[in-house]
């Protein structure tokens, strides 16, 4: 199978819903990525902003994985590192290189950008994104916390 990698743009909104809906599947949440899609117009405007980065690896039948990511300016120092925020690829194109390929590609990304790192976070229990991403880089143990604002 061949696959080939697309960085959006601002004409991508279709292909940033089917990453929505490849999301869904893939993290068996559904609702929290296809409850409330939001409009081309919102999706085209987050595509247009600088600091939000959208990679998808696609077939020839569409998205089959992808991820989301964000440019954080730092203060300590003048660089910037980036967050993988969702990262997936559907179940039946596991295990053919096609998140380390994404990460890859990340990576030139993050170079032309003078980014000097990028961090992601992975829930206790997901073997597969662990070993992924330590097979990749440094792993540090840390807390996550969700705080609401309301």
Do not use: C, W
């Amino acid at each position: 199978m061949t696959y080939y990698y697309k960085k959006l743009t601002s004409s991508d909104e279709v292909l940033l819903k089917q990453l929505l809906s490849v999301f869904g599947q893939a993290f068996n949440e559904p609702d929290t990525y296809q409850g409330k899609v939001p409009s081309d117009k919102y999706l085209e405007a987050l595509l247009s902003k600088e600091h939000f980065i959208a990679l998808v690896a696609l077939d020839k039948d569409g998205v089959v994985g992808g991820f989301t990511a964000y440019i954080l300016d730092k203060f300590e120092q003048e660089r910037k590192e980036i967050y993988i925020y969702d990262l997936a690829v559907l179940k039946e194109h596991r295990r053919r290189g096609i998140a380390s390929k994404l990460i890859q590609k990340l990576r030139q990304v993050g170079k032309v950008l003078g980014v000097y790192v990028i961090f992601v976070q992975a829930d206790k229990g997901d073997t597969a994104a662990i070993k992924l991403y330590e097979s990749l880089g440094t792993r540090e143990d840390v807390y996550n916390f969700d705080i609401t604002v309301d």
